[in-house]
């Protein structure tokens, strides 16, 4: 089992930054691929980002160049830098892990892991 723990959600004006973490515990060594989604009021809860073995990396177009996906191994914590927020970018959320590798560009319903949320609120 895999207990993830997210921190860093907050409220901020449009144009700023954040950075999200999420610290695992449990079977932390069998963690191969991590991911970030989040969820909007009304909508589904859809991808982010995500990394997978060593350092590889993945973003929703919506994010590319905004959004940077960072894992610290020895603290089992993985990140997510936001820069150039958006109101579009309001949410909750939530980081998510596997033991195995998943999808490109996933659903979160292939994750068998995830925190609890955290809330990002982006003001005009």
């Known amino acids: 089992q895999v207990q993830l723990a997210e921190s860093g959600g907050g409220l901020v004006q449009a144009g700023g930054s954040l950075r999200l973490s999420c610290v695992a515990s449990?079977?932390?060594?069998?963690?191969?691929?991590m991911g970030w989604f989040r969820q909007a009021p009304g909508k589904a809860r859809e991808f982010v980002a995500r990394m997978w073995a060593l350092s590889a990396s993945r973003y929703a177009d919506s994010v590319k160049g905004r959004f940077t996906i960072s894992r610290d191994n020895a603290k089992n914590t993985v990140y997510l830098q936001m820069n150039s927020l958006k109101p579009e970018d309001t949410a909750v959320y939530y980081c998510?892990?596997?033991?195995?590798?998943?999808?490109?560009?996933?659903?979160?319903?292939?994750?068998?892991?995830w925190g609890q949320g955290t809330q990002v609120t982006v003001s005009s």
């Open positions: 998510a892990a596997d033991f195995r590798q998943i999808s490109d560009r996933p659903y979160s319903y292939e994750y068998t892991y």
């Open positions: 449990g079977r932390t060594s069998s963690i191969y691929d």
